[in-house]
């Protein structure tokens, strides 16, 4: 079972891709691939109101992930609190994650030539911080949250 959970809470966010921004920030990503991404719905009427609504698009962190299971350098990992990650030493950038995941979560990283993907932000989590997208979120829409056996 995966110990943690990012959601969002679409009536707080005002789509404002600070999450995006700080992501890329942490990461250091160059223009390009997105490992998070808010997106809204179109405008609508409800109850003679305009209204849309946001959605936050991450890694889903399967529980049996494909793309783990396809990478042929073993770069691709999940560990045991079910975070999946990618070794980057490992990596070579085929992409095989990338098609064998349905969402086509991975990214290809033309810095590095490598794949890049959400990892909840591993080196801030194994210091006991929160993701950046969560931490950076100016509404407090984002939620990271460690989940408790029963």
């Given amino acids: 079972m995966n110990r943690y959970l990012l959601y969002l809470n679409a009536k707080r966010c005002i789509g404002c891709h600070g999450c995006e921004i700080h992501c890329k920030v942490n990461k250091n990503l160059p223009v390009g691939p997105i490992l998070c991404e808010i997106s809204h719905e179109p405008l609508k009427n409800v109850r003679g109101v305009p209204k849309t609504e946001y959605s936050f698009r991450s890694c889903y962190q399967c529980e049996d992930p494909?793309?783990?299971?396809?990478?042929?350098?073993?770069?691709?990992?999940?560990?045991?609190?079910?975070?999946?990650?990618?070794?980057?030493?490992?990596?070579?950038?085929?992409?095989?994650?990338?098609?064998?995941?349905?969402?086509?979560?991975?990214?290809?990283?033309?810095?590095?030539?490598?794949?890049?993907?959400?990892?909840?932000?591993?080196?801030?989590?194994?210091?006991?911080?929160?993701?950046?997208?969560v931490t950076k979120c100016t509404t407090h829409a984002l939620k990271f949250v460690e989940l408790q056996e029963f």
């Fill in 66 to 133: 494909y793309c783990v299971s396809i990478c042929p350098t073993n770069a691709m990992q999940k560990r045991e609190d079910g975070i999946v990650f990618i070794d980057y030493d490992a990596c070579i950038g085929c992409m095989a994650c990338a098609g064998a995941c349905p969402w086509q979560i991975p990214q290809y990283n033309p810095a590095t030539g490598k794949a890049v993907k959400c990892d909840y932000c591993i080196d801030r989590i194994d210091k006991g911080l929160k993701p950046a997208c």
